[in-house]
């Protein structure tokens, strides 16, 4: 329910619109830019990985991982495959949404990067609170996925491959 209420917060008020991108080409460049910007958790997380190796007190580098560098580890690989699911149906995504609701894909891009810091947070306090921080970021993924089938199958048919 939160994910829901943080979108249509945002996109109420937050003062910006998309820009005006009349052909697929440009929204996808769009939507490649705004993904830059949810790679930022994955990055800081491979940082925070690497001085947590570093700093580890364990006798072989490539032995067995403590805890704490375990758990760093986890979280840069879920962010990566959860990343790649979500740049695609945000790609997918652009190309059928209406020029006025095209201020979604900044949105969605904010919405993933804060919930993987969340989920990052909570996997670090304790396992059994990062199924919030994770619904954050598998839910939205699971609408785009649902809207953009809906899309092909659905409104589309007749340019499903092309």
């Known amino acids: 329910l939160l994910c829901p209420c943080l979108i249509y917060g945002a996109y109420v008020f937050l003062p910006f619109d998309a820009p005006l991108l009349p052909t697929i080409s440009a929204r996808l460049v769009y939507t490649l830019r705004c993904a830059a910007f949810a790679t930022f958790p994955i990055v ?3 940082i925070i990985s690497g ?5 580890s007190s364990a006798l072989e580098p490539f032995g067995e ?8 580890r986890t979280y840069v690989s879920q962010s990566v495959h959860l990343f790649i699911l979500y740049f695609f149906n945000m790609a997918v995504l652009a190309t059928y949404l ?5 201020k979604l894909i900044p949105l969605l891009t904010g919405l993933f990067a804060i ?3 969340i989920y990052w ?15 954050m970021t598998f839910l939205p993924l699971l609408a785009m996925l649902l809207w953009n089938l809906y899309s092909m199958f659905i409104l589309e048919p007749e340019n499903l491959l092309a």
């Open 51 to 55: 001085i947590s190796r570093f700093c």
């Open 121 to 135: 947070l909570l996997y670090a306090i304790g396992r059994s609170f990062r199924a919030f921080g994770f619904s």
């Open 65 to 72: 991982l403590q805890q704490e560098v375990e758990i760093h």
């Open 44 to 46: 800081l997380g491979m």
């Open 98 to 102: 209406p020029q006025e609701f095209l």
């Open 115 to 117: 919930s993987r810091l």
